[in-house]
């Protein structure tokens, strides 16, 4: 959904699509980029494939917004490094990360495969003036969020709290 998303994103602000990370198969990035080329818009992207950690933070502390249009996840984990680096994020508002994240400015979600919606947020974020963008990243409840996702201790023992709190309104149980 990606090539969708920038084609929108470009009708309202100027931007480059810097992605990371690797594809499950050849087949999948073949056919990216071919997406990429049918919507017009693969001189706005940036390749940069997998990173070792230190390079990847640095790429996601100059971006402006990470645009995370996931169907499946329980825990974000690149959400949360997103906001670490001081990057609001973008995402379907799927049970998961509402879970996680929901309540947090620098987090905005989007119902599920809007694209329209997710580019919308995406080119208001590039947009924002600077003190309304700092806000987001600098909110008590983001500076709170991190401290206490700070180590994988924290995040196990949040995640855990979640499930026996699932597990506590299950019928099942």
């Not at 810097?18 to 071919?34: A, L, N, P, Q, Y």
């Not at 100059?62 to 990057?87: I, M, Q």
Request: aromatic share 12%.
């Amino acid at each position: 959904e990606l090539p969708s998303i920038l084609k929108s994103v470009l009708g309202r602000t100027e931007t480059k699509l810097v992605v990371i990370g690797k594809f499950f198969s050849d087949w999948e990035k073949r056919h990216f980029f071919d997406l990429l080329e049918q919507y017009g818009v693969r001189d706005r992207v940036i390749w940069k494939g997998f990173l070792p950690r230190a390079s990847l933070f640095d790429e996601v502390s100059r971006a402006k917004v990470l645009v995370y249009p996931s169907h499946f996840d329980n825990f974000p984990y690149v959400a949360l490094e997103s906001l670490a680096c001081g990057t609001p994020v973008v995402a379907y508002d799927i049970p998961g990360p509402r879970s996680v994240y929901g309540g947090l400015p620098a987090v905005r979600f989007v119902r599920e495969f809007d694209t329209e919606a997710m580019a919308e947020q995406a080119a208001r974020l590039l947009k924002a003036p600077a003190p309304d963008y700092e806000a987001l990243i600098n909110d008590e409840r983001v500076i709170v969020f991190l401290r206490s996702h700070s180590s994988w201790d924290d995040v196990a023992k949040s995640v855990a709290e979640l499930i026996f709190q699932l597990a506590a309104r299950s019928r099942f149980t």
